[in-house]
């Protein structure tokens, strides 16, 4: 475990790590239940796929944060074994969700803490990408991420270790010159 962090919702800070796009990285960007919300609330402005799911958020959250495919999908599979969501027929093999009355029963309940919820999204959005293009952001922590999964994976080869540093250079030197 690291040492302490800034969270990246209120400034607080916290230690350790969890979530961040796509499973490492960044700490955690919801509390226990809080992700489960904005999925109802998401679902509760419009039917969406699980992969629509993951790129609302991270478009809400300015490319800072998206839940991988193996929280998401588990979600909704919950969401679903506790009435609160259910399958739309849609085409192609695409699962679409929307919620079920008792679904938007308990998204009127939660109301409040939803909208806060997408408020804290938009401010973090807002606090960490004044003036860094999302897309940036979001590329420079897949390269970080691949790096760090590759390297988890065991020792490189010495070609391997040139292959990676000549890409890291290439992109580096394109980057320069835009």
Do not use: C
Request: proline residues 4%; neutral net charge; glycine residues 10%.
């Amino acid at each position: 475990m690291r040492g302490p962090r800034r969270d990246a919702w209120d400034g607080q800070r916290e230690h350790g790590h969890h979530g961040r796009r796509h499973g490492g990285g960044m700490r955690r960007m919801f509390d226990q239940g809080d992700l489960r919300l904005v999925v109802l609330a998401l679902l509760g402005e419009q039917p969406r796929h699980g992969y629509e799911l993951i790129k609302e958020i991270e478009q809400l959250s300015g490319g800072l944060y998206a839940p991988s495919p193996g929280v998401i999908y588990p979600l909704l599979t919950m969401l679903e074994e506790m009435g609160l969501a259910q399958q739309e027929p849609s085409e192609g093999a695409k699962k679409l969700f929307a919620l079920t009355e008792q679904g938007n029963d308990e998204l009127a309940a939660k109301r409040a803490d939803a909208e806060h919820l997408l408020q804290r999204l938009a401010a973090a959005k807002e606090r960490f990408s004044s003036g860094r293009a999302p897309q940036i952001v979001r590329a420079m922590e897949n390269l970080k991420l691949a790096l760090r999964l590759r390297m988890e994976r065991g020792p490189l080869t010495e070609a391997q270790l040139q292959d990676v540093a000549a890409a890291i250079d290439a992109a580096a030197q394109a980057i320069e010159r835009s």
